[in-house]
C-alpha cells in the first residue's frame, strides 16, 4: 500500500523572518536577544519554583499554551506541578501517591491537551502480581487570581486499557471539555470519549478501531487528530511501531463525533492508507510541525525503524493521500544490532521533537539537531549525568514553539535562533534557486550570492535570457557581464540586462533627489552613467531596427519596444539633457522616422515640420503639426500644407477649436487658386463664424466675400442669420453692399439698403426684378408716412401706363395706407369710373363711419368737461363743520387743541398722529423729501423770528417769506395728507402682513 514518494520535500517559501518562538525565561537572561553569530540552538536551564516540600526526581513533562506540567516523585510520594511559564506564579499542586503506592500503579505516560487544561495520565501495575489492571486517570485543571485548582478522576470505563497515545480535539475542545477525543491502547485500540468535570460517572467509550487485530502486544505510539483548513474534511494520523496509518472523512459541519471518520473502515468500504516500515525498535514516535497558533500542521515527521521519515500534509480537501512527500533521514540503525546494550542505548534515541527545518534528537547522553534538507548534523551538545541527571526526554510546545528538555534532575529550554539563517545555502547548493531567492532575500550580501550563481547557471546552460534578467539584479561588474553577453549573436539579452540596470540607475537617482542629498559628485556620476546607458541602448535598438534582410514584422517589434522605452519619462529628461548627441546618433543612423519621432518626443516641433516639408511628406507634416501643442507653428506651416492637403488641413485647423485665433489664419484661408481650396476655406469660415462664435468683422467680410462670388443662396442665408439690426451684425453693411452691387447680387442688395434705411432706392431695385420682395420691403419701414410714400411708388409702378383696374383694387387691399383718391391719378383721364364705383363707394362708406366715429368721440368729451365742471363748483363751495368734541381718528384725543387734518370723507386727524401713521408708508424718497421740508421750514420759521425781533425787513420782503413758508407747508401737506388715512392709504396697503418678523413677535410673546 505504500505509495511513491519524491527523494526531496517540497517546503513553502519561508521569506518573512520567522517570529513564531515563544521562549521563557531561562537563566541566561532574555531569550529574545539574538546575535549572527550565534549558534541555531542553545541549551538553557530553566529555573522552576517548585515548592520546598516536594521532593524528588523528576519523572514525566509535558507542556502546551505555556502550561508546564511534571511529575516529580519519590519512592513514598509522587506530586504532579503545574506552572505557567510567562508568570512567576505559585504552581498548581496534586498529591497523586493514593492513587499510585497504595493501589499498586505506575505512570506511564501523561498528556495534555491544547488549552493546557485537560490531563490524562496513563497508569499501569507496577508487576504483573500487583493485581491491578491498567487505568488512566483524568486531571481537570483551573485556575483563579489565587490560585490553581486541580480536580482528579479516575476513569472506570477505560479498566484493562493501557492508553499508550492521545489525540486531543483541538476543534471542539475548550477549558471546561476535551471534546471528543480519541485515545489509542497498547494493543491496537482507538477509541472515543469526551471528558469533563461535569460528566463524572458518565464518561462513553466507543471503539472505534483495532488495529492490534487481536495481538496482545500492538501498542499505539501515536496519534493526531486533524482538520484540513476551510473544509469539513479530517484526518487521523496513527502510527505503531513498524506502521503509520491515515484515515479521512468528511463530516456534517454540525457532526461532534469521531465515529463517522472510521466508520467506512470498519464496514470494509475502504482501506486505511498504510506504510509499514521494518523494524527492530518496540516503538515508534509521530511528531507534526506547525507555525505557531495554527492548527494545522505544516509538516509531520515519524521516527522509525528506518530512520526519520519527513514530509509536508496535504491542505486539498479531495486528495487522495494526506501525507506529501517522504525524505528519509538515515540513523544507522542496523549498525545498532551489532552493538552491546550500553552502545545500543547511547546510539538510539529516546524521543525527537520537529522545527521548521530541523529534527532534534535525545539520546541517552547527548542531543543533536539534524537539518531536514541536506541531512547534516548542525548541533550537538552532550550531557554531564552525574550534574544534570539522566535525559529523559524532549517536548515541543506546539503553540508557542518552545523546546523543552528535561531529565531526572533539570529542565532545559532549547532556544531556537533564526533556524533558517543558512537554509537558503543548502538551497542553493541544491540547485533550487527560487527557493534559495526566497529564504535569503532578507539579507542583501546573500541575494546578491544567489542570484550571481543562479544567473552563471542560466547562463552555462544556454539561459541567455534568463541569466540577464538575474545578472541585472547583481552587483556584478557591468563590463564583466557586458562583455559575456556581446559575443552572443542574439542581442536581446544584453538590451534587456542594459535595460535593467538603467532602470536600476533610475530609480536610485529619484531616491537621491528625494532624499536631497549633498553627494553632488555621486549624483554628477550617476547621471553620467544614466547618460552612457541610455545612448548605448538606443544604438543597440536602432541597430536591430535597421538591420538588414529582416522582415516587416521583426523591424515592427523592435521599432514597438524603442518607442516604449523612449516614452519612459526618465529616458525622455536624458534625452533632452544630450538632444545634440541623441540627434547625431539617430542621424548616423539613416533613420529619418525615428529622428522626426525624437524631435516630437523633445518638443522640436518646428524643426520635425521643416525637414518633412523639405521631403514634401505632407501628410506626415500634418499629423506631426496636429501631436504639438504650439499655435504658432499652424500659423506658420499651415499655408503650404492647405496649397497641398487643403481638406485634411481644414479638418486639423477645425480640430484644434478655439485655441487658433482665426485672424492670424487669414495667410491660410486666402490660398484660393483651385474650387477644392475655396471650399475648403469657406468650410473653416462657416466653422469659425457659427462654431468658434467669431466676431471679428474681416473674417466675417471674407465669407461674405466669398458667399456672393460663389454662393448666393449661402449669401442669404448668412443675412438672414446676422439679422436686420445695424448694430448686432459682424460684417461691414457698406462693404457688403459695395460687393454686391459689384457682383450684381440683387436680393442681397435690397436686404443691405433695407439695413440702412434706403428704403426707396431699396424699393426701385426690388421692382426691377421681384415685385414681392418690393412689397414686402415698402411694409418694414415703422414710419407710416414712409411706407405710404413706397406704396404709392409701387402703385406708379403697377399701374402708370397699364391703367390695370384690378391691380389698383388689390393694391388697396394689401396697404390700408392707401386710398382710391391716391390712386386715381395714375389712370388716365379717360378711364371710366364705372371701373372704380364700388372702391369709391367703400371709401366714401369709410370717411361716413370715420365722421360718426368724432362726432360721438366730441359728444363723449364734452359731456366729461361738464361733469367736472360741476364738481369743480360743488368742491368749491364744500365745507366742514368742526365742534368742540370732535376727536382724533387715530388717539381719540381732543381734536382742536392740536393741529390737524379734516377730509372730505369725514376723518379727522391730529397732524402729528397722521404724520406717525403715514411715514412707514412713504418712500425712501419721498420720505427723505419730508425730513428735507421739515429742515427748511423750521429753518424760514426760525429766520422770520430773527427778523421781526431786529424789524429790518420790508413789507416786501416780508411777503415774499411769507409765501415761501406757505409753499413749503403745502408741499408737506402734500405729501402726509394727499389721500386719507383710512379710506385711502390703509386699503392701499391691504395686501402687507401686520407683522415682518414674526420670530421677533415670538420671542416678545413667550
Known amino acids: 500500500m505504500a505509495q511513491g514518494m519524491p527523494n526531496q520535500p517540497k517546503f513553502l517559501p519561508r521569506i518573512e523572518r520567522s517570529a513564531g518562538n515563544s521562549y521563557v525565561a531561562t537563566a541566561s537572561g532574555n531569550p529574545f536577544e539574538t546575535d549572527e553569530d550565534e549558534e541555531i540552538f542553545s541549551r538553557h536551564k530553566m529555573v522552576l519554583r517548585v515548592p520546598s516540600d516536594c521532593t524528588g526526581d523528576l519523572q514525566h513533562l509535558t507542556v502546551s499554551r505555556n502550561w508546564l506540567v511534571c511529575i516529580l516523585g519519590t519512592g513514598e510520594r509522587t506530586t504532579l506541578l503545574r506552572f505557567f511559564l510567562p508568570r512567576a506564579i505559585p504552581p498548581g499542586e496534586l498529591a497523586l501517591e493514593k492513587y499510585l503506592s497504595g493501589s499498586g500503579y505506575k505512570i506511564t505516560k501523561i498528556f495534555l491537551d491544547p488549552t493546557g487544561h485537560h490531563l490524562i495520565v496513563a497508569l499501569v501495575p507496577r508487576s504483573a502480581s500487583a493485581g491491578v489492571s491498567p487505568d488512566f486517570l483524568y486531571i481537570h485543571c483551573t485556575e483563579s487570581p489565587q490560585a490553581q485548582q486541580l480536580k482528579v478522576r479516575r476513569i472506570e470505563k477505560f479498566k484493562d486499557h493501557e492508553i499508550t497515545a492521545v489525540a486531543f480535539n483541538p476543534y471542539h475542545g475548550s477549558d471546561s471539555t476535551t471534546g471528543s477525543i480519541l485515545l489509542g491502547t497498547s494493543r491496537g485500540l482507538v477509541f472515543e470519549t469526551e471528558l469533563s468535570p461535569a460528566a463524572e460517572g458518565h464518561v462513553q467509550r466507543k471503539q472505534l478501531y483495532d488495529l492490534g487485530l487481536g495481538r496482545p502486544k500492538y501498542p499505539i505510539t501515536g496519534l493526531k487528530l486533524l482538520r484540513i483548513p476551510n473544509s469539513s474534511r479530517y484526518i487521523v494520523v496513527v502510527t505503531s511501531p513498524e506502521c503509520i496509518y491515515t484515515f479521512q472523512e468528511t463530516l456534517k459541519p454540525e457532526e461532534r463525533s469521531l465515529q463517522p471518520i472510521f466508520?467506512?473502515?470498519?464496514?470494509?468500504?475502504?482501506?486505511?492508507?498504510?506504510?509499514?516500515?521494518?523494524?527492530?525498535?518496540?516503538?515508534?514516535?509521530?511528531?507534526f510541525f506547525a507555525p505557531p497558533n495554527s492548527k494545522y500542521p505544516k509538516q509531520w515527521a515519524w521516527l522509525c525503524g528506518e530512520g526519520i521519515r519527513v514530509g509536508e500534509l496535504s491542505i486539498e480537501a479531495n486528495s487522495a493521500s494526506t501525507l506529501l512527500g517522504s525524505t528519509l533521514i538515515p540513523l544507522d540503525f542496523e549498525k545498532a544490532k551489532h552493538l552491546s546494550y550500553e552502545e545500543r542505548r547511547l546510539s538510539i534515541p529516546k524521543a525527537f521533537v520537529l522545527t521548521e527545518y530541523h529534527a532534534v534528537l535525545l539520546y541517552a547522553d547527548h542531543i543533536r539537531a539534524i537539518c531536514l534538507l541536506n541531512q547534516e548534523q548542525v548541533y550537538q551538545e552532550s550531557f554531564d549525568e552525574a550534574r544534570v541527571g539522566r535525559p529523559l526526554s524532549i517536548e515541543r510546545d506546539e503553540l508557542t514553539g518552545s523546546i523543552y528538555v528535561y531529565t531526572v534532575r533539570t529542565v532545559f529550554n532549547l532556544r531556537v535562533t533564526r533556524e533558517e539563517r543558512d537554509v537558503w545555502k543548502i538551497y542553493l547548493d541544491k540547485g533550487q534557486y527560487e527557493l534559495a531567492t526566497a529564504h535569503a532575500a532578507e539579507n542583501p550580501e546573500n541575494l546578491q550570492l544567489v542570484l550571481a550563481q543562479r544567473a552563471d547557471a542560466a547562463f552555462a546552460e544556454g539561459s541567455y535570457q534568463v541569466a540577464a534578467d538575474y545578472y541585472a539584479e547583481t552587483t556584478k561588474s557591468f563590463e564583466e557581464v557586458c562583455l559575456k553577453f556581446m559575443v552572443l549573436p542574439d542581442k536581446r539579452p544584453i538590451i534587456d540586462y542594459v535595460k535593467k540596470r538603467l532602470s536600476r540607475l533610475t530609480t536610485k537617482a529619484t531616491r537621491l533627489e528625494a532624499e536631497?542629498?549633498?553627494?553632488?559628485?555621486?549624483?554628477e556620476d550617476l547621471s553620467n552613467a544614466i547618460k552612457a546607458l541610455v545612448i548605448w541602448l538606443i544604438d543597440l535598438y536602432l541597430i536591430q531596427i535597421n538591420m538588414p534582410d529582416q522582415n516587416e514584422e521583426w523591424r515592427r517589434a523592435w521599432q514597438?519596444?524603442?518607442?516604449?522605452?523612449?516614452?519612459?519619462?526618465?529616458?525622455?529628461?536624458?534625452?533632452?539633457?544630450?538632444?545634440?548627441?541623441?540627434?547625431?546618433l539617430i542621424a548616423e543612423h539613416a533613420d529619418p522616422h525615428n529622428l522626426a519621432q525624437f524631435a516630437i518626443a523633445i518638443g522640436d516641433y518646428d524643426e520635425v515640420v521643416g525637414q518633412q516639408l523639405?521631403?514634401?511628406r505632407y501628410t506626415e507634416a500634418l499629423q506631426t503639426l496636429c501631436k504639438q501643442r504650439e499655435p504658432e507653428l499652424f500659423y506658420k506651416y499651415a499655408p503650404e500644407l492647405m496649397a497641398k492637403l487643403p481638406k485634411a488641413t481644414v479638418e486639423a485647423l477645425m480640430a484644434q477649436g478655439s485655441r487658433l485665433e482665426v485672424e492670424k489664419l487669414v495667410p491660410t484661408l486666402i490660398v484660393l487658386e483651385t474650387r477644392e481650396q475655396r471650399e475648403q476655406t469657406t468650410r473653416y469660415l462657416e466653422f469659425a463664424v457659427y462654431k468658434l462664435n467669431t466676431t471679428n468683422d474681416a473674417i466675417h467680410n471674407f465669407l461674405l466675400h466669398l458667399y456672393a462670388q460663389h454662393d448666393p443662396k449661402s449669401l442669404m442665408k448668412y443675412l438672414e442669420i446676422q439679422g436686420r439690426d445695424e448694430t448686432l451684425v459682424h460684417y461691414d453693411i457698406h462693404y457688403a453692399l459695395k460687393v454686391c452691387t459689384d457682383l450684381d447680387r440683387k436680393e442681397a442688395c435690397v436686404f443691405l439698403q433695407c439695413l440702412l434705411e434706403m428704403w426707396i432706392m431699396a424699393v426701385e431695385l426690388a421692382l426691377k426684378f421681384d415685385m414681392k420682395l418690393a412689397k414686402e420691403t415698402a411694409s418694414r419701414p415703422t414710419d407710416s408716412a414712409m411706407r405710404r410714400q413706397l406704396w404709392l411708388r409701387i402703385a406708379y409702378h403697377d399701374i402708370k401706363d397699364t391703367n390695370d383696374v384690378k391691380k389698383a383694387l388689390n393694391l388697396l387691399k394689401e396697404c390700408d395706407l392707401l386710398r382710391i383718391e391716391d390712386l386715381l391719378p395714375f389712370f388716365s383721364d379717360f378711364e371710366k369710373i364705372d371701373n372704380f364705383k364700388e372702391a369709391i363707394c367703400d371709401a366714401l362708406r369709410d370717411y361716413n363711419h370715420r365722421i360718426q366715429e368724432i362726432q360721438r368721440e366730441m359728444a363723449e368729451t364734452q359731456e366729461q368737461s361738464d361733469r367736472v365742471s360741476s364738481e369743480l363748483q360743488q368742491v368749491r363751495n364744500y365745507s366742514i363743520k368742526m365742534t368742540p368734541q370732535d376727536t382724533c381718528s387715530i388717539c381719540e384725543m381732543m381734536l382742536l387743541v392740536k393741529p390737524f387734518f379734516a377730509f372730505m370723507c369725514g376723518h379727522k386727524f391730529h397732524s402729528d398722529c397722521?404724520?406717525?401713521?403715514?411715514?412707514?408708508?412713504?418712500?425712501?424718497?419721498r420720505s427723505r423729501r419730508l425730513s428735507t421740508l421739515k429742515q427748511q421750514l423750521e429753518a424760514e420759521v426760525q429766520q422770520t423770528k430773527t427778523n421781526s425781533s431786529s424789524s429790518s425787513l420790508t413789507k416786501q420782503q416780508a411777503m415774499e417769506l411769507q409765501q415761501k413758508r406757505t409753499a413749503l407747508k403745502t408741499e408737506i401737506e402734500d405729501i402726509l395728507a394727499s389721500d386719507c388715512l383710512f379710506c385711502?392709504?390703509?386699503?392701499?396697503?391691504?395686501?402687507?402682513p401686520f407683522v415682518d418678523d414674526w420670530e421677533q413677535v415670538n420671542v416678545e410673546w413667550e
Open 984 to 992: 385711502g392709504l390703509l386699503i392701499d396697503t391691504i395686501d402687507q
Open 560 to 584: 514597438s519596444e524603442y518607442d516604449e522605452l523612449m516614452r519612459q519619462p526618465q529616458v525622455l529628461a536624458c534625452t533632452r539633457a544630450n538632444r545634440t548627441h541623441v540627434q547625431q
Open 614 to 616: 523639405k521631403a514634401e
Open 516 to 523: 536631497e542629498t549633498d553627494e553632488g559628485e555621486s549624483a
Open 914 to 925: 397722521l404724520e406717525k401713521q403715514v411715514l412707514p408708508m412713504l418712500t425712501k424718497e
Open 263 to 287: 466508520a467506512g473502515y470498519v464496514s470494509g468500504v475502504q482501506e486505511p492508507h498504510c506504510e509499514e516500515r521494518k523494524t527492530d525498535l518496540t516503538y515508534s514516535q509521530l511528531r
